[in-house]
């Protein structure tokens, strides 16, 4: 079975910096997509970042660019979501997916682990 945990989000004020963990068990993180998306409320989920070294593809949405950088560790079987300069407008649910071809969108993905709230405050 494809599982994937989410962890490391929390309350941080505006500029501050967290980083995010997805950890996949039941497959090779490597062997697919990972991709990082968000969902404020009233809002649709919407891609933040995603990476894959099978399709050596990388991408950041316009918001996040220059902000964020996503990561792996394959050893651990984890990608992580570095988030600095954060803004209020980042607040959102965030969550993992993996995805069996290179894709940015919800609809590329086909597993998705639970999420992880992100506030940022004023």
């Known amino acids: 079975e494809v599982q994937l945990v989410e962890s490391g989000g929390g309350l941080v004020q505006a500029g501050g910096s967290l980083r995010l963990s997805c950890t996949a068990s039941?497959?090779?993180?490597?062997?697919?997509?990972i991709g990082w998306f968000r969902q404020a409320p009233g809002k649709e989920r919407e891609g933040v970042s995603c990476?894959?070294?099978?399709?050596?593809?990388?991408y950041y949405s316009d918001s996040v660019k220059g902000r964020f950088a996503i990561s792996r560790d394959s050893a651990k079987n984890t990608v992580y979501l570095q988030m600095n300069t954060l803004k209020p407008e980042d607040t959102a649910v965030y969550y993992c997916?993996?995805?069996?071809?290179?894709?940015?969108?919800?609809?590329?993905?086909?597993?998705w682990g639970q999420g992880t709230q992100v506030t940022i405050s004023s």
């Open positions: 990476i894959s070294t099978s399709y050596d593809e990388t």
């Open positions: 997916a993996a995805a069996a071809n290179w894709g940015t969108t919800v609809r590329n993905f086909g597993s």
């Open positions: 039941g497959f090779t993180l490597d062997a697919y997509t």
